[in-house]
């Protein structure tokens, strides 16, 4: 498995990002039922993938051994983070589910992603694949637990940066991961 190297929750904001935060912060304020903010939420992200003055340099730099998340943004409430990972070829995450629900967006490059469902005969649950996805650049997607399993790695051959907004406080948590799925239970 893969574990993020954390970053500190960062100082430097670019006006672009400033303008991103209200307008999450405008619709998580609405107090919406989980999968209807998501998909709010997406919509005012997408306008801002792959724009040059997003990020800093800086954001965008990965880490050899695995993948990097660098906190952009924590609500001083805890309603919503802003997180920028950043994907070298061939990094993944382990399969998991998250915390609360989430919106990603592909910055630079591609995600795969494989979305699983667990089932259970009573006795023993199993994972069962779903849909392999590969979201690429100014793509957007979002889901609320439960039925939000999944694995996600970079398959290209470049960097890949995606923006994930999570609708907990990530710079407290360390991260949105609620729970990693052996992958022995994995259905193919």
């Given at each position: 498995m893969s574990t993020p190297a954390a970053?500190?929750?960062?100082?430097?904001?670019?006006?672009?990002?400033a303008r991103l935060v209200e307008?999450?912060?405008?619709?998580?304020?609405?107090?919406?039922?989980?999968?209807?903010?998501?998909?709010?939420?997406?919509?005012?992200?997408?306008?801002?993938?792959g724009a040059p003055d997003l990020l800093t340099a800086r954001q965008c730099e990965g880490d050899p051994d695995h993948y990097r998340q660098h906190i952009l943004?924590?609500?001083?409430?805890g309603g919503f983070s802003i997180v920028a990972l950043v994907w070298l070829p061939g990094q993944r995450t382990a399969i998991?589910?998250?915390?609360?629900?989430?919106?990603?967006?592909?910055?630079?490059?591609?995600?795969?992603?494989?979305?699983?469902r667990l089932v259970s005969d009573g006795v023993a649950a199993r994972l069962v694949a779903t849909q392999d996805v590969v979201n690429r650049q100014g793509e957007v997607c979002g889901f609320a637990p439960p039925g939000d399993i999944h694995r996600v790695?970079?398959?290209?051959?470049?960097?890949a940066v995606s923006l994930h907004i999570y609708g907990a406080d990530i710079s407290r948590l360390g991260s949105s991961v609620r729970r990693v799925y052996d992958h022995r239970t994995e259905e193919r």
């Open positions: 970053a500190p929750v960062v100082t430097t904001v670019t006006a672009r990002l307008e999450v912060r405008d619709v998580v304020d609405r107090g919406l039922p989980p999968d209807l903010t998501a998909y709010l939420v997406g919509e005012r992200l997408a306008p801002h993938l943004h924590a609500e001083p409430d998991h589910d998250h915390v609360a629900w989430c919106v990603t967006g592909v910055h630079q490059g591609e995600e795969h992603e494989r979305r699983y790695w970079n398959g290209g051959d470049g960097t």
